[in-house]
Every structure is written in structure tokens, then in C-alpha cells.
């Protein structure tokens, strides 16, 4: 279901509360929002989920992780962003390179997964990461 995107920042700055299997929906949610506004990423809590969800697109195809952590990052760079949730830019400091820990649904049960992420991807999966953990960028 296409949910309306939160700019409360107060809501959006509470860290999110671990996902179980029982989210499946929101990661549902979160898929079908993406595609209706082209965002890059969305976490649940842009959707009014404090929970710990996100989706990004890479390369045209959209992915869904649960309790995502950022493990390690190198190559540290400073650049701009937008997010849905804000009507400024923000200025941020990110990695090129990240490691990332996370859950994927898999036959009913969250199942652990470990991925490096290079270049635009690594950036979009650190700014949902960062909404996850209550970062306003």
C-alpha cells in the first residue's frame, strides 16, 4: 500500500524498534511508496513505522532489508542529499565502500545476510540506516 511520507521530525528522529517477520507489510509498504514517489531509499519510519526496515533501488530493482547495521565503511567523502522527509538538503558525510549486516524474509522467517555496497547504492542504504537509528540528515 502507497503510504503518505512523515515530516515530523520528532517521530522521524526516534531510533526504530527491531523488525520480526511479523513487519512483512511494511517492507511491502515501503516497496509500493517507493515506486509511486522514485525515491532512491525510504526507511519505515518515513512512512509512520518506527521499525527497523528499509528499501533502496539498485539499478532498477528495489530491495528490502530488516535490522540493517552499518559493519565498516571506507573511502569517507562529504556530499549533499535530499530526503522525502525534509524540504532542505542536508549536508552529510558518508563512505564509497560499506559493509552491512542485515535480515531478509525468507519463507516466512528473517534470515541473516552480510553485503558490500559501492557508490550510489552504499549512499542510499547509509541514509535509511541513518533514519533507522534516528539521524536527520
Not at 525510504?42 to 547495521?69: C, H, S, W
Not at 559493509?99 to 541473516?112: D, H, M, P
Request: hydrophobic residues 40%.
Amino acid at each position: 500500500m502507497i503510504k503518505e511520507i512523515v515530516k515530523d521530525e520528532k517521530l522521524l528522529s526516534q531510533p526504530a524498534e527491531p523488525a520480526t517477520a511479523d513487519d512483512a507489510q511494511i517492507g511491502e509498504d515501503l516497496v509500493d511508496t517507493m515506486r509511486a514517489t522514485d525515491a532512491a531509499c525510504l526507511a519505515a519510519n518515513q512512512i509512520g513505522e518506527n521499525k527497523a526496515v528499509i528499501a533502496y533501488n539498485d539499478n532498477g530493482r528495489t530491495f528490502v532489508m530488516y535490522n540493517p547495521k552499518l559493519q565498516s565503511g571506507i573511502q569517507r567523502f562529504t556530499t549533499i542529499e535530499e530526503c522525502l522527509s525534509l524540504d532542505v538538503p542536508s549536508t552529510v558525510e558518508r563512505y564509497k565502500m560499506i559493509r552491512v549486516s542485515y535480515e531478509i524474509l525468507a519463507g516466512g522467517k528473517l534470515e541473516k545476510r552480510t553485503r558490500k555496497f559501492t557508490g550510489w547504492s552504499a549512499q542510499a542504504v547509509q541514509h535509511a540506516i541513518d533514519h533507522c537509528e534516528g539521524k536527520l540528515v
